[in-house]
């Protein structure tokens, strides 16, 4: 069935916070810095600890949540060249709420070029800047006007979104089995969108190579599908996209990933229960539903897969999972398949599957594990 004729349709999503509610937050917190000042108190910024050992994972939530542990930046002798780029950066953010514009994380940095003594001399102090001001205001970057370089993800299949032109508002349907050979691009901000689909399920995949392959042979279409191309650990607007679109369609996710510890512990858990890095807009930017279909260190074995060694880089970074990870700690299946894949001492790719013939993949693997979604890793 087309997804045009689809039966069901999400409401439209709720508005972003209106820009002056943002304007509001940073003049109050604006206000509170100067009236410190005048009084002749040392001001100060408190920013919520963006780590794995500050956050806690709570199953029935379903994503990590952040502890209360803070950092607190006071202005001295020490802090002030800090100090003053993150009230440059709250001032650049609310010019450019109040301007209705954006500027990528890379323009922020240039823009700083102008702040004389407070500029960034290398972008990772910008972005961290950055984060600061976002985990500040408990509002996600993209509301404060700074959006990421990299594009959000992929889209084919049984799906309609449904997004409204800029100047006229008129309604846009945007029909994702109508790319032919190419694929729906998700935007920088999803909240705007709304869907139509009768699809069973959403497929995330990690390579485009793969997600190629699926739309190239129309696998969508007799998988009645839809298909998220992740491109390595998702961007947030990927991560919100499957999770609306998941939630409000009430359709189950699968991911499909590489067979190595940065493609379970990064890219898989970082979309299904969110980072250490963003816990506190965790909550919005995962996707508790999410299971992973393959490819599991069992698959390795049961399709007799080649790989390839497991680099130094790989084992350490399976201990640390094992160790700190609180997703990993908290669920037995994933500490035994990366246990498991530490003794075994190799990795595969999803392209390895190729080795039995290049559709393979969509002959054989793909219904063969769809057909027990319940043998699934959680």
Same mark, same amino acid.
């Given at each position: ?210 997600? =190629?392959? @699926?739309? +190239? %042979? ?8 839809? !298909? ?5 650990? #998702? ?115 999803? =392209?390895? @599957?190729? +080795? %039995? ?8 693997? !793909? ?5 027990? #979604? ?5």
């Amino acid at each position: 069935m087309a997804a045009k004729k689809a039966r069901t349709k999400s409401p439209a999503a709720p508005a972003a916070p209106a820009g002056a509610a943002v304007v509001r937050k940073i003049r109050g917190q604006a206000r509170t810095v100067k009236e410190k000042i005048l009084k002749r108190d040392k001001p100060s910024l408190k920013f919520p600890v963006r780590s794995l050992a500050n956050v806690v994972y709570r199953p029935k939530a379903g994503y990590f949540q952040i502890r209360g542990k803070k950092k607190e930046r006071t202005l001295t002798v020490g802090t002030v060249k800090t100090f003053a780029q993150t009230l440059r950066m709250m001032a650049f953010s609310k010019e450019l709420v109040e301007t209705d514009d954006i500027a990528t994380k890379r323009e922020a940095y240039y823009v700083s070029k102008n702040w004389d003594e407070a500029r960034f001399n290398e972008q990772p102090e910008s972005d961290a800047v950055m984060e600061d001001v976002e985990a500040l205001f408990g509002i996600n970057r993209e509301q404060l006007g700074f959006i990421p370089e990299e594009k959000g993800g992929d889209v084919a299949g049984q799906l309609v979104v449904i997004d409204h032109d800029r100047e006229t508002g008129e309604e846009l349907r945007i029909d994702c089995t109508r790319f032919g050979s190419g694929a729906y691009s998700i935007p920088i901000s999803v909240e705007q969108l709304s869907f139509e689909t009768d699809a069973k399920f959403i497929l995330a995949i990690e390579t485009a190579g793969m997600f =190629q392959r @699926l739309v +190239k %042979h129309a696998w969508w279409r007799t998988a009645n599908c839809v !298909l998220v191309s992740l491109g390595g650990v #998702p961007t947030r607007a990927c991560r919100r996209f499957i999770r609306r679109l998941a939630d409000e369609m009430g359709i189950p996710v699968y991911v499909f990933v590489d067979g190595d510890p940065y493609g379970y512990s990064n890219i898989y858990r970082t979309l299904k229960v969110g980072s250490g890095n963003a816990a506190h807009l965790n909550e919005f930017f995962c996707v508790p539903q999410a299971r992973f279909l393959g490819v599991t260190p069992q698959d390795i074995v049961d399709y007799e897969l080649p790989t390839h060694p497991l680099k130094e880089v790989d084992v350490k970074r399976a201990k640390d999972a094992l160790k700190n990870d609180p997703f990993i700690r908290h669920h037995r299946p994933w500490r035994d398949a990366l246990e498991r894949q530490i003794e075994m001492g190799v990795r595969v790719e999803q =392209q390895a @599957l190729a +080795k %039995h013939g290049l559709n393979y993949v969509i002959d054989s693997y !793909l219904p063969e594990k769809l057909a027990n #979604p319940a043998a699934f890793l959680p």
